[in-house]
Nanobody, 114 residues
Framework: VQLQASGGGLVQAGGSLRLSCAAS????????MGWYRQAPGKQRELVAD???????NYLESVKGRFTISRDNAKNTVYLQMNSLSAEDTAVYYC?????????WGKGTQVTVSS
């Protein structure tokens, strides 16, 4: 499985960004898709994930601001990020789970200026 993420960038505090991650290759059997992030000097953390059936899970600090969604036909997961703050600055990584295996995309940088 190959994962191609896009949509990161520089945004002012209070602004919005939308991340996308498209899976290709052996996509049959992909289950949970999600986004993690890693800020400098911090551990990677789960931001949000979504199952094939649409059940979602969010990091407490992003609830009400971020929305994860997916298009199963396109094997693509999205992360709509609103009301961004400097604390959201990090490298964001796409992640999928397929038959018990975890796959990671290359990170995309999100920088929020205050």
């Amino acid at each position: 499985v190959q994962l191609q993420a896009s949509g990161g960038g520089l945004v002012q505090a209070g602004g919005s960004l939308r991340l996308s991650c498209a899976a290709s290759g052996r996509v049959f059997g992909i289950n949970t898709m999600g986004w993690y992030r890693q800020a400098p000097g911090k551990q990677r953390e789960l931001v949000a994930d979504i199952t094939t059936g649409g059940s979602t899970n969010y990091l407490e600090s992003v609830k009400g601001r971020f929305t994860i969604s997916r298009d199963n036909a396109k094997n693509t997961v999205y992360l709509q990020m609103n009301s961004l703050s400097a604390e959201d600055t990090a490298v964001y990584y796409c992640n999928v789970l397929r038959f018990g295996m975890t796959y990671w995309g290359k990170g995309t940088q999100v920088t929020v200026s205050s």
